[in-house]
């Protein structure tokens, strides 16, 4: 079955640089996340998109902008980026804008901010 | 607010012997519970939710979860643990955003299964 596919899996970037993550929902999910898990952290939600409309924002630093396209994938960018950046980068995607609370994680994006 | 607690940082238990990790909640009205696995340099997987119904609930990997709400509690058990159940489990409450339901996770607990 298909799953939810992130790239690049690894990102190692300087401070102050951009990086982009991209993420593919599992088809006819209606719902896309994005969620940031630090080290030893426990994941923290950043954004969502239902049917390619933002509809809630969580922690994310005003630095970070996420969109998602008319083909589903979802983007994350992340400007200016600060050593505290470094962290698995979670998508995911669900039916239901996520009131079954079953989501479907991708493996993560690491990025390392040297 | 929404939100549950995973008191134990890590469990350690033998191969072969019954495996509790605790979860407690404290939520406004009716809790919808999930548990979640994170294996090393993996994604979240999905294990058990409890919506409405018994409170006993049967998930994947023979794992299963009690929900009692006098003690708020939503505690994951196995009765027979295994070497590769090792991982970090999140125990996890959905609320209502303005757009779209979330998941608020704990700090999860670290499963080590001793051969």
């Known amino acids: 079955a298909a799953g939810v596919i992130q790239s690049p899996r690894h990102l190692i970037k300087e401070k102050r640089e951009t990086a982009t993550l991209k993420c593919y929902p599992i088809p006819r999910h209606d719902t896309v996340y994005w969620y940031q898990q630090g080290p030893g952290q426990d994941p923290q939600f950043l954004i969502s998109?239902?049917?390619?409309?933002?509809?809630d924002k969580g922690s994310i630093p005003d630095r970070f902008s996420a969109q998602q396209f008319s083909d589903y994938h979802s983007e994350l960018n992340m400007s200016s980026l600060e050593l505290g950046d470094s962290a698995l980068y979670f998508c995911?995607?669900?039916?239901?804008?996520?009131?079954?609370?079953?989501?479907?994680f991708g493996e993560g994006s690491r990025l390392t901010v040297l | 607010a929404q939100s549950v607690a995973q008191p134990e940082d890590q469990v350690n238990v033998a191969e072969g012997n019954p495996l509790t990790v605790k979860c407690t909640y404290s939520?406004?009205?009716?809790?919808?519970l999930f548990w979640y696995v994170q294996y090393p340099n993996r994604g979240l997987q999905f294990l058990l939710k409890y919506i409405t119904g018994d409170n006993l609930v049967k998930g994947s990997y023979g794992f299963e979860a009690e929900f009692n709400k006098s003690q708020t509690s939503f505690h994951l058990k196995k009765p027979s643990a295994l070497v590769s159940d090792s991982a970090l489990y999140f125990c996890a409450v959905v609320y209502s955003g303005a757009g779209s339901y979330q998941l608020t996770f704990g700090k999860g607990t670290k499963l080590s299964v001793i051969p």
């Open positions: 995911a995607s669900s039916m239901d804008r996520g009131g079954t609370g079953e989501l479907f």
């Open positions: 939520v406004s009205g009716n809790p919808y």
């Open positions: 998109f239902y049917e390619k409309m933002q509809s």
